[in-house]
């Protein structure tokens, strides 16, 4: 009888362990409260579905780069990841529009476009064909140009200079618009490309001065402020399909909250990473006019008459600002 209790206990477990549903989350370096919002994710998957779904993270790029990381999901050998949604444009055109420059007037601006479902709804969905689709969103501020050897405080500033850009044709397009040549490569080379002088400098936030260390071989920051571009966390069409309605419904959640939590991080530990780029590693930040930069890329705008859904997209957004 004591042998019997024992094996229906074990097979009790190991079907417990068989219901139960893992997601496998990989990541490639991220900000501080980046990274707290996706183990915030994990922990609220685990407490809304009562255990029975777990997330697994592979962090700080252990499975490759970002783009390496989507195609991952794509084929089914990772289940969720967390990419710019520059990258996305490679993957999705559409996502092209938030590499436009100056679309978002400031950050509220930018929240109530991202908030906003019938906004982002279809984006989210337009990578469906593909085996994935996006959850949420998480703030990566605003991106602005940093360079090695001088302060970019006029668009002529930027004239020859390589500068690395995310593999978003959009935000090529950009820096051919203010003069600079566009290097597209990961962001993991960027360090030694700067320090060996392949690259003049790159453009993002302030964190890649310092979770990248960027700053110890790009020592001029300029605040353009040209885009906002999200970062996106994807969760592949198979895993979704793998979750009963309800863990569905409780992993969207998750992601609704991570997010949440993530935009308040991200605005607190912003100030704390500037005075570290500037006490330790010596980084000027300079406030350039960007009037001249708007003039400069207007024909980008000029021209989205080419691309219809790009062009709905960006209109709906700039009919939410100053709302």
């Known amino acids: 009888m004591k042998g019997l209790m024992m094996g229906a206990a074990l097979l009790a477990l190991m079907a417990g362990a068989v219901q139960a549903e893992t997601l496998r989350f990989g990541y490639a370096s991220n900000a501080t409260p980046t990274k707290e919002a996706m183990t915030k994710f994990g922990d609220l998957v685990a407490e809304k579905t ?17 783009r390496e990381l989507v195609e991952m999901v ?34 509220a601006h930018f929240y109530r476009a991202m908030e906003d479902d019938a906004i982002m709804g279809p984006v989210y969905a337009s990578t469906e064909g593909q085996g994935m689709v996006g959850l949420t969103y998480y703030d990566s501020g605003a991106r602005s140009f940093y360079t090695a050897s001088k302060p970019v405080e006029t668009v002529a500033d930027l004239k020859g200079l390589k500068i690395r850009v995310m593999q978003s044709p959009t935000s090529i397009e950009m820096v051919k618009m203010l003069g600079a040549a566009p290097i ?4 993991s080379e960027v360090y030694t490309s700067i320090q060996q002088g392949v690259l003049d400098g790159a453009e993002n936030n302030e964190y890649a001065l310092t979770v990248a260390r960027h700053g110890e071989v790009a020592k001029y920051y300029s605040y353009d402020m040209h885009t906002r571009i999200p970062d996106i966390v994807l969760i592949s069409t198979a895993a979704l399909e793998r979750l009963t309605p ?64 790009k062009q709905a997209l960006v209109e709906k957004i700039r009919a939410l600002a100053g709302q």
């Open 74 to 107: 794509q084929g089914g050998l990772l289940d969720m990841t967390k990419v710019s949604g520059g990258l996305m444009e490679s993957f999705s055109p559409i996502y092209g529009a938030f590499s436009m420059p100056y679309l978002f007037d400031d950050t």
């Open 50 to 66: 009562g255990g029975e779904v777990t997330v697994t993270f592979f962090p700080d790029g252990q499975l490759g780069g970002e």
């Open 246 to 309: 309800e863990e569905r419904v409780a992993v969207r959640e998750a992601a609704r909250e991570s997010t949440a939590f993530q935009k308040e991080a991200w605005t607190q530990a912003t100030e704390a990473e500037k005075k570290t780029a500037a006490e330790s590693f010596g980084v000027t930040y300079t406030h350039p006019d960007v009037a001249a930069f708007q003039k400069a890329v207007q024909p980008m705008y000029d021209a989205l008459s080419e691309t219809p859904e």
């Open 184 to 187: 597209a490569m990961d962001q």
